[in-house]
């Protein structure tokens, strides 16, 4: 009887362990999903974190999450064990910021910084079994990536500072007709700065403008083949 229970005893701490394994599995492959369709999404757009980047720090997160809950469950671990997730969220965050560039006066990936924070997240989910929320932030942030992106550039389309110098060899200026030739390209106008040299009889006016992404700078610098005296044309971010 003994040596059958011990046995049974046995038997049961196999199948405890290897259950333990297959649920090790689910809670990574979960993970494993969640940063590739938001990997998916990303490069779609071209943008510099892509697969990879987001399905190891999906996993990775989701790895942490996992021993955060098992060293207190099964080693008897006397401190608290959100530490480890805690610090995941603090160290998420250098990630994103080496994701957000400044480009000019343009700063660009402050969207894919916020899907890194979120792949995390959904990972550290995963970890503890919150197989739900995890899922259904997924769905959310592809919905919000999808739908909301094209939402943006259909209602606010400029997107993009840019800044078109022009040197002119008058100091007369027919500064409407500048205006207006980039008020018909339907760009917005944030600023204009004027440098007039009295001896050298020039001009250099600097338009800080807002326009979008898809913006053909060629077509852009040929209207302004009218204007009279025109010597350069800069435009630049």
Request: proline content about 1%; glycine content about 6%.
């Amino acid at each position: 009887k003994i040596v059958a229970g011990l046995s049974t005893n046995q038997h049961f701490i196999n199948t405890a362990i290897q259950n333990r394994y297959i649920d090790y599995c689910i809670r990574l492959l979960a993970s494993l999903f969640c940063g590739l369709f938001l990997g998916i999404e990303r490069k779609q757009h071209q943008e510099i974190v892509g697969i990879r980047t987001l399905m190891l720090i999906s996993i990775s997160s989701c790895l942490l999450s996992i021993l955060s809950l098992e060293m207190s469950r099964f080693l008897h671990f006397s401190g608290d064990s959100t530490r480890i997730a805690a610090g995941v969220v603090s160290g998420i965050g250098f990630i994103g910021a080496g994701a957000i560039l400044k480009q000019g006066v343009n700063i660009k990936g402050l969207t894919t910084a916020a899907i890194i924070f979120c792949a995390s997240a959904m990972g550290l989910c995963c970890g503890s079994r919150l197989y739900f929320p995890a899922f259904s932030v997924l769905l959310l942030g592809l919905f919000i990536l999808s739908f909301f992106h094209k939402i943006e550039h259909k209602y606010f389309p400029l997107t993009k500072i840019k800044h078109i110098k022009l040197v002119i060899s008058s100091l007369d200026v027919n500064y409407n007709l500048l205006k207006e030739i980039i008020l018909n390209k339907g760009y917005l106008i944030k600023d204009i700065q004027i440098e007039k040299e009295i001896q050298k009889k020039k001009t250099t006016i600097v338009f800080v403008i807002k326009c979008s992404d898809t913006t053909d700078t060629v077509d852009l610098s040929d209207s302004f083949s009218s204007v009279s005296n025109l010597q350069k044309l800069f435009i630049y971010e």
